[in-house]
């Protein structure tokens, strides 16, 4: 029987990454999350794993030391004090990348996986993201260049872009490979939201965000796939206000998904001004069930919490498809390893078994 491997999932939010891995053959052994509705809504569809709600900072593993196979976390992205030196694991203490690090140091994984937004690459002019990378090579951890993985590359209907950090213990010669990515078919918002390839049904009645009646009036009139530019030039003034004179495109204004394109990165709010995603046909937000559908959560995964806490746990997942195929790159790595341990445990076993035959031969008689 294959070993099972396990995973420790800090940050773990609703659960998008953490469905991913069990999808791809990974077994949660712990889950971590502060947001109380966000770990009632893991307790809620996996009573079986071990969800511990609470603060990062009270949260330690030292009995797993040598028994995970790998700690993932989308840790929150925060700025780091330099002095002008190169960062270190106790320069980072009071961020809870430094928490993440942590936990990896006293687990020692043969993998770690941290994911975050795309915006990480640039924060603080790649200085955080240096001193992410420092901190996981100081605590025995050879970093890989990070990769942008594109969800719409991975069965997922939404442009969202998330940065995956692979960290592989030192010791381990073996390299992790970043999922291959799928263009040549892009699934589209139909495919989220009605039967097909993606689901079996169309997409449930489920609660939703309404808009403001003069709200409702201006997005009547923009077209599916279009956005501020498409209204009349006044109602443009009205609707931009000071940013109807500022320069940039600002595509999320007032815009309406079609349903042949996929859906625009969700927000933790479904009604932004400056993120906009209305439905294509009805002029409303998307619902909850809908925003879920977009994320690839299965149907019969529930949220808890109020309607908006709701919307705010699903926008800050890891869409449900992404996090399969980061898993299954995982599990790849690791079959490999315990392929190249097995080999290397039977080729030390051949040795011992010669050198013992060696010992109990018979001694040849010299002549003299």
């Known amino acids: 029987m294959n070993k099972e491997f396990t995973v420790i999932e800090l940050f773990a939010g609703a659960g998008g990454l953490g469905l991913g891995l069990e999808a791809a053959g990974l077994k949660c052994v712990a889950l971590n999350e502060i947001n109380h509705a966000a770990a009632s809504t893991l307790r809620f569809n996996r009573p079986n794993w071990n969800v511990i709600e609470g603060d990062i900072k009270n949260i330690s593993f030292p009995e797993l030391k040598g028994k995970i196979d790998v700690v993932t976390g989308g840790f929150p992205c925060q700025a780091f004090s330099y002095a002008g030196k190169r960062l270190g694991f106790q320069d980072a203490r009071g961020t809870l990348f ?195 559908r977009i994320q690839t959560f299965p149907d019969d995964w529930k949220f808890a919490g109020t309607v908006t806490e709701q919307y705010k746990q699903i926008g800050n997942a890891v869409p449900v498809n992404l996090g399969k195929a980061i898993g299954k790159s995982i599990v790849n790595f690791l079959e490999k390893l315990k392929h190249d341990r097995q080999k290397i445990q039977h080729t030390d076993l051949h040795k011992y078994i010669q050198s013992q035959q060696a010992l109990s031969a018979p001694a040849q008689l010299q002549i003299i």
Not at 119 to 130: C, D, I, R, W
Not at 268 to 290: G, L
């Open 98 to 292: 430094y928490e993440f690090a942590r936990i990896i140091k006293e687990t020692m994984p043969p993998l770690c996986i941290g994911e975050n937004v795309k915006g990480l690459l640039n924060h603080e002019k790649g200085k955080t993201l240096a001193g992410m990378i420092s901190i996981l090579d100081e605590i025995g951890y050879r970093v890989l260049q990070p990769h942008v993985l594109k969800a719409i590359h991975y069965d997922t209907p939404q442009k969202r872009e998330r940065l995956v950090i692979v960290g592989i213990r030192k010791d381990i010669e073996i390299d992790f490979e970043y999922p291959k990515p799928n263009t040549n078919h892009i699934l589209t918002l139909k495919d989220a939201l009605k039967k097909g390839k993606l689901y079996k049904t169309d997409v449930p009645d489920s609660q939703g965000a309404k808009y403001p009646k003069r709200k409702k009036e201006i997005l009547d009139l923009v077209p599916p796939g279009g956005y501020w530019r498409d209204l009349p030039l006044e109602i443009q003034k009205e609707y931009m206000q000071q940013s109807f004179f500022l320069g940039g495109g600002k595509t999320g204004m007032a815009r309406r998904i079609s349903w042949d394109e996929p859906s625009l990165t969700l927000t933790c709010s479904p009604a932004q001004k400056q993120t906009e995603r209305c439905h294509p046909d009805e002029t409303r937000p998307f619902t909850v069930r809908e925003y879920a």
